[in-house]
Every structure is written in structure tokens, then in C-alpha cells.
């Protein structure tokens, strides 16, 4: 029997397929900036960055709120994810370089974030091709730590929004105060991953629920 989706499951569908749909019809009806090339660029790559960092909030999500679910869409918006990063990336080789490489490793030098960004995107790949119930059992343990990478992914596609931008960063100068939200957001998430802090907000929450309950308690017997 075929189960029904759930509310949040198709939230998160909808979530993935509208930045597409509205970076479509802005195509076509010419409401990109005068520069539309960058704008796609700019968009999927933010987009990218956005179901990357809502990927990583589902398992705290889960473990400290008791949300289960979270954890089963994990998948879909880390591969949704994947899909606007594929998508920067072909923007940027066949769009706006055309695919010559000596250009690109030409400007390297003047854009480290491209070759910054290259490694992200190579290293997002064989995450992209496992996300599959198939190789989630043939690999068995090693998927999840194949699937650490997001760990050293994160940081990358952070640098690359961080150089990508106009700014300096040692003055806080400039366009940064988006790649400076989500760098917060992303090492807040990575920081809640470490045993030890794991284990004290989970006995945080172990001694808000007690209370809770024993305030419920209280107010049930007063009645």
C-alpha cells in the first residue's frame, strides 16, 4: 500500500522546485538583472547554500525537538541542493566560460574562490550519486562516512561565498552580510554535532521537559 505523503514532505518538494520555477519564468519574462548570467549564478548558488544548511538543521532538529521526520526528508533536500550547485556550476563552465579551461585557470589566480568552488562541487558529487536507498546498503557504514564530507563541504562553499562576494573581509567591508549569516547558522549547526555539547543540550532539554512536566503536574492537581 502506497503511503500518503506527509505536510512537511511536500513542503520541502515545493521548496525545491519553486526557486527553479521562478528563476524560469524571470528568464523568460526578462526580469533578471542586466546581467543575467551572474544573476543565475548568484541565485543557484545561494539556493545551493540554503538547502545545504537545511540539510544539516534536520538531524539537530530531530534530536533536540523530537521532530523524527526531519530526518527522513534529510535526503531530498540535500539532493536539492545538489541540483542548484549543478546548476551554478553549468551556468558558470558552459554559460559564462563557454568551457574554456585555459580561461578559467587563467582567472584562478585572480578568483581563488573558482578553484575553491570546484573542490566543493567534486567533493558534493559521490554524495549526489549514493543519496540512493541502493547504495546507502551496499556501502553500509562506510555511506556514513563517505557522507561526512558535508562536514568538510560546508566550509568550502562558505570560503567560496565569502570571496565570491565583493567585500573585505578584515574590515567587514562590502556585500557580506549574507555569506556572515549563513557562516553563523552552518558553524552553529556543526557546533551542536560534537559529543559533548550534544550531550549537555540534550540534558538541557531532559531538564526543561522535567520541569515542564512537573509544572503541568502542579497546575493538574490545583484543578
Known amino acids: 500500500m502506497k503511503r500518503r505523503a506527509t505536510p512537511l514532505q511536500i513542503i520541502v518538494h515545493l521548496a525545491g522546485w519553486l526557486p527553479l520555477a521562478l528563476l524560469l519564468y524571470d528568464f523568460f519574462a526578462n526580469n533578471l538583472t542586466a546581467n543575467p548570467i551572474q544573476d543565475i549564478e548568484q541565485r543557484s548558488g545561494r539556493t545551493a547554500l540554503s538547502f545545504l544548511v537545511a540539510s544539516l538543521a534536520c538531524t539537530p532538529i530531530s534530536t533536540f525537538f523530537g521532530w523524527r521526520e526531519w530526518v527522513k526528508r534529510r535526503k531530498a533536500l540535500g539532493n536539492y541542493g545538489f541540483l542548484?550547485?549543478?546548476l551554478h556550476v553549468m551556468t558558470f563552465f558552459?554559460?559564462?566560460y563557454g568551457l574554456d579551461l585555459r580561461s578559467i585557470w587563467r582567472d584562478v589566480n585572480n578568483k581563488p574562490y573558482i578553484l575553491i568552488g570546484a573542490?566543493?562541487?567534486l567533493l558534493l558529487l559521490p554524495l549526489a550519486v549514493t543519496?540512493?536507498?541502493?547504495?546507502m546498503k551496499k556501502l553500509g557504514k562506510n555511506w556514513k562516512?563517505?557522507?561526512r564530507l558535508v562536514y568538510l563541504i560546508s566550509p568550502l562553499v562558505l570560503a567560496h561565498f565569502f570571496l565570491a562576494v565583493k567585500g573585505n573581509l578584515s574590515t567587514l567591508q562590502g556585500n557580506l552580510l549574507q555569506p556572515l549569516l549563513y557562516s553563523i547558522v552552518v558553524h552553529v549547526l556543526l557546533l551542536v554535532r560534537i559529543p559533548?555539547?550534544?550531550m549537555a543540550l540534550l540534558r538541557l532539554r531532559g531538564d526543561f521537559n522535567s520541569r515542564s512536566h512537573a509544572t503541568t503536574?502542579?497546575?493538574a492537581k490545583e484543578e
Open 84 to 86: 542548484y550547485a549543478l
Open 196 to 198: 559533548k555539547v550534544k
Open 145 to 147: 562516512r563517505l557522507h
Open 94 to 96: 558552459l554559460i559564462d
Open 131 to 135: 543519496s540512493f536507498n541502493y547504495w
Open 119 to 121: 573542490i566543493a562541487f
Open 217 to 219: 503536574g502542579a497546575s
